[in-house]
């Protein structure tokens, strides 16, 4: 009999059901590629001062939780662990949602500067592992309300 570690089952789970594939709402992520599709539950941070904080100080995050920083158009991004407390998976995406590169294993009050690269427009934090875990690459989509315009299309839109 094949036994499954308790919090890799946990990430199947959040993978499956018809809720996961009904998800755009504002505090919820859906990401989707050939590994299948998780959701995280997210605090978006859509201004200045709250992608500023991030999450600074952060003790502890629930293991399918993250922050997704929203900008109001595509840019080069780049980001650093300055006050951030837990290890960090970044995922990086384009206008229209598709994950253009996955920064795993950020490592907390590292300065270093981690680049996404040019042309990104939302970057999804999540617990440093989770991307591996679940196989999050480039090519994947990530659906939310904010992701899309009418000049950039939704890779995988809100119904």
Do not use: K
Request: aromatic share 6%.
């Amino acid at each position: 009999m094949m036994r499954i570690a308790p919090g890799l089952l946990a990430a199947l789970m959040a993978l499956a059901g018809p809720a996961a594939a009904a998800v755009c709402a504002e505090d919820e992520v859906l990401l989707r590629g050939e590994w299948g599709q998780a959701r995280f539950d997210v605090e978006v941070a859509d201004d200045d001062a709250e992608r500023a904080r991030g999450l600074m100080f952060v003790e502890e995050m629930p293991r399918m939780s993250g922050m997704l920083f929203v900008y109001d158009s595509p840019r080069f991004a780049s980001f650093w662990m300055r006050n951030t407390l837990i290890p960090l998976d970044i995922i990086f995406a384009g206008a229209d949602g598709r994950v253009r590169h996955v920064h795993e294993g950020a490592v907390p009050l590292d300065e270093t500067p981690i680049p996404g690269g040019p042309d990104i427009q939302y970057v999804l934090e999540v617990n440093g592992g989770m991307a591996g875990r679940l196989g999050i690459a480039p090519g994947d989509t990530m659906r939310h309300p904010a992701i899309g315009s009418a000049a950039t299309p939704a890779a995988d839109p809100c119904d």
